[in-house]
């Protein structure tokens, strides 16, 4: 068993619906739903949990709804560590769609943005939480945006901190805290960084070959392409690439996410990139197939 940190500062609650088909401007009805707390932090720190380790999520959210969530994480088997904060909870919602013949499932993500940090003292609470819980972790995941209203050098400053007190760090961001974290010293910066390709575009633009960019990242890095498997950045060697393996999928939400817990374990257990790659792509094509409802 591995003790990992999970930081997510995003909270959000998500709503599943499924349907054979959306009519757009009618009313669409259906009695296949469920809801829950989710998000790439909480996806994360689920999966770990599944796999056997300890594991603690690192959060904010409304005083209200704290209760509600930790009921969830303590049924999913990991430890919420949440800091008060009064901004409302985002909900987002996932439509499945089966089609006529119910053969394959079109995925549609609405995702509302999430709303700023209220709290004066949030940050600093955060923080706070943070230090106390590196002394008893191997590994910390930082994964998905953090809410507007945080400092923008807040998760680099996370990742400094957790290298100097020896944790493993792995980095599924992108955008800025992924840009502030590659420009650390070379002994602070994450241990891999794992941005889908699609946030890997978003972070530095389109202009430039992707591959290439990625051949000269400063660190170990995996990029993940949905069903075209990922590639995989290990310095001072040549870049390889993992297909992904062919499943019929039932819901394509959180398969990046099984992906990395399944990748931090198998790396926690002393396996080599590549093989702990694999693990992940075997994680995600098996979250793909769970029935969502």
């Known amino acids: 068993m591995s003790t990992f940190l999970v930081v997510s500062l995003n909270p959000t609650y998500q709503l599943i619906m499924g349907y ?11 009695e296949k739903w469920r809801s829950e ?9 689920r999966a770990l949990s599944k796999l056997g380790n300890d594991v603690t999520l690192l959060t904010h959210m409304n005083p209200s709804r704290i ?3 930790q009921s969830q994480a303590d049924a999913d088997g990991f430890k919420a560590s949440v800091v008060e904060d009064p901004s409302p909870l985002r909900t987002c919602v996932t439509i499945l769609q089966t089609g006529s013949n119910g053969i394959g499932v ?3 993500e609405l995702v509302q943005e999430s709303p700023a940090i209220e ?15 590196l002394k008893s972790v191997e590994c910390v995941i ?4 953090r809410s507007p209203g945080y400092s923008k050098t807040l998760y680099p400053d996370m990742a400094k901190l957790a290298k100097q007190a020896g ?11 992924l840009t502030g974290s590659l420009d650390l010293e070379p002994e602070f910066r994450p241990d891999i960084v794992k941005p889908n390709l699609a946030e890997l575009i978003q972070t530095f633009g389109g202009g430039f070959d992707p591959l290439e960019l990625v051949e000269n990242l400063p660190c170990n890095a995996v990029i993940t392409n949905g069903v075209k498997g ?3 950045h290990e310095v001072g060697r040549e870049l390889s690439h993992i297909d992904a393996l062919r499943v019929r999928s039932q819901n394509t939400t959180g398969c990046g996410d099984a992906f990395t817990a399944a990748m931090a374990d198998s790396l926690m257990k002393g396996s080599n990139l590549l093989a702990a790659c694999h693990a992940g792509i075997r994680a995600g094509a098996l979250k793909a197939q769970e029935e969502p409802f």
């Open 142 to 145: 930082f994964t998905g945006t």
């Open 106 to 108: 079109t995925t549609t």
């Open 230 to 232: 990922c590639f995989i």
């Open 119 to 133: 709290g004066s003292v949030t940050e600093a609470s955060v923080l706070d939480y943070y230090r106390q819980i």
């Open 20 to 30: 054979e088909r959306i009519s757009e401007g009618d009313v669409n009805r259906t």
């Open 37 to 45: 707390f989710s998000g790439k932090g909480v996806n994360v720190a």
């Open 167 to 177: 944790c493993y760090v792995i980095m599924d961001v992108k955008k800025g805290d």
């Open 67 to 69: 209760t509600e969530f």
